[in-house]
T-cell receptor, first 113, second 110 residues
């Protein structure tokens, strides 16, 4: 158990819908990262937060948004969903400014039908 | 931006030694790390190199050459359970963004 909690574990939704994925980082970790992993693909960096503020942005679509709350949990919002958005979405956390050891949650498997 | 290259597949037999290479291009480099991921599971941290040289953790070792923008993961005494995907990742930029390579699928044969 990495100490990072992601909910829900599985999500099935229809095209055009909107979903929210939730992540609770390890106690004390200030950095949160979101990644998308499509079938047999690598981990695509979406966005990074540090202590409530956005620190870095990767290839995140405009239909996607995220935030980190004062209690340090983070949410990833995916809207106007398309079939191609079906993937595993991972959240990871790391201490301080991040970049060394990151701890991953078990992921949310999103299926868009 | 950042780019990382690693082989897509490596196959070896139980008990053998395998090396997975990673070359990278990035600005504001801080360090290179390695993660293991079993099918459908979460990536788990294996090692981190910020300075040149070899870091050893049990059967796994990781090497970094900053001047060559190159690193490798060395797995010794391979076991069947080592069959998994292995990702290198660079930490870079003021935000220490963590960017992953496309992964190397390691298959360990009996």
């Amino acid at each position: 158990d990495s100490g990072v909690t992601q909910t829900p574990k599985h999500l099935i939704t229809a095209t055009g819908q909107r979903v929210t994925l939730r992540c609770s980082p390890r106690s004390g970790d200030l950095s949160v990262y979101w990644y998308q992993q499509s079938l047999d693909q690598g981990l695509q960096f979406l966005i990074q937060y540090y202590n409530g503020e956005e620190r870095a942005k990767g290839n995140i679509l405009e239909r996607f948004s995220a935030q980190q709350f004062p209690d340090l949990h983070s949410e990833l919002n995916l809207s106007s969903l398309e079939l191609g958005d079906s993937a595993l979405y991972f959240c990871a956390s790391s201490p301080q400014g991040g970049g060394t050891e990151a701890f991953f949650g078990q992921g949310t498997r999103l299926t868009v039908v | 931006g950042q780019s990382l290259e690693q082989p897509s597949e490596v196959t070896a037999v139980e008990g053998a030694i395998v090396q997975i290479n990673c070359t990278y291009q990035t600005s504001g480099f801080y360090g290179l790390s390695w993660y293991q991921q079993h099918d459908g599971g979460a990536p788990t941290f294996l090692s981190y190199n910020a300075l040149d040289g070899l870091e050893e953790t049990g059967r796994f070792s990781s090497f970094l050459s900053r001047s060559d923008s190159y690193g490798y993961l060395l797995l010794q005494e391979l076991q069947m359970k080592d069959s998994a995907s292995y990702f290198c990742a660079v930490s870079s930029g003021s935000a220490r963004q963590l960017t992953f390579g496309s992964g190397t699928q390691l298959t360990v044969l009996p």
